[in-house]
T-cell receptor, first 116, second 112 residues
Framework: GAGVSQTPSNKVTEKGKYVELRCDPISGHTALYWYRQSLGQGPEFLIYFQGTGAADDSGLPNDRFFAVRPEGSVSTLKIQRTERGDSAVYLC??????????????FGPGTRLTVT | GNSVTQMEGPVTLSEEAFLTINCTYTATGYPSLFWYVQYPGEGLQLLLKATKADDKGSNKGFEATYRKETTSFHLEKGSVQVSDSAVYFCALSRPNTDKLIFGTGTRLQVFP
């Protein structure tokens, strides 16, 4: 079956511009996560959704970052007024549930964002 | 706070050598522990996990034991192959919060 997909795979934008990154989770997965991975670092948590609601957005670095999941499936990460420091690979993951025994998170291939 | 520390890479080994990649953690409560692997050109994949003290996770010949007394979760494999060349990430999640906290990753290079 299809895994987690992310589009675009690469995005180059100018400082100050607005970008949207899309994630299509595995069908039926209720939990969806966004992480950010800078060069030479491990992924850092940004936000997760249980269904349509953001259950934890404590990792969003500031109010320029926002994410939605209006129908409980596809999610969009939105970054306003991009800065060069936002350059990173943005990873999306999905899993079956959020409570109890930790279910495996399935990761997408990521979107490489470059802010020039 | 909660954090994961892994040995720096790259780790360079000959085929059939023994592998250890060290991982230690700091966490409140009793976290679950994971090893993820990223093969060249591919996304992160779960390699193994352990959810409580003294549990041993194993997969594809890799093993790691949850050691609460030393707050460690070292990854081992008895005989590595060239195909094991990848970046390995140790991670934890605290109870009831499945968000993962990752280490910085360790690159493994295996030569024939």
């Amino acid at each position: 079956g299809a895994g987690v997909s992310q589009t675009p795979s690469n995005k180059v934008t100018e400082k100050g511009k607005y970008v949207e990154l899309r994630c299509d989770p595995i069908s039926g997965h209720t939990a969806l996560y966004w992480y950010r991975q800078s060069l030479g670092q491990g992924p850092e948590f940004l936000i997760y959704f249980q269904g349509t609601g953001a259950a934890d957005d404590s990792g969003l670095p500031n109010d320029r970052f926002f994410a939605v999941r209006p129908e409980g499936s596809v999610s969009t990460l939105k970054i306003q007024r991009t800065e060069r420091g936002d350059s990173a690979v943005y990873l999306c993951a999905s899993s079956l549930t959020i409570t109890g025994e930790p279910y495996e998170q399935y990761f997408g291939p990521g979107t490489r964002l470059t802010v020039t | 706070g909660n954090s994961v520390t892994q040995m720096e890479g790259p780790v360079t080994l000959s085929e059939e050598a023994f592998l250890t990649i060290n991982c230690t953690y700091t966490a409140t409560g009793y976290p679950s522990l994971f090893w993820y692997v990223q093969y060249p050109g591919e996304g992160l994949q779960l390699l193994l996990k352990a959810t409580k003290a003294d549990d041993k996770g194993s997969n594809k010949g890799f093993e790691a034991t949850y050691r609460k007394e030393t707050t460690s979760f070292h990854l081992e494999k008895g005989s590595v192959q060239v195909s094991d060349s990848a970046v390995y990430f140790c991670a934890l999640s605290r109870p009831n919060t499945d968000k993962l906290i990752f280490g910085t990753g360790t690159r493994l290079q295996v030569f024939p």
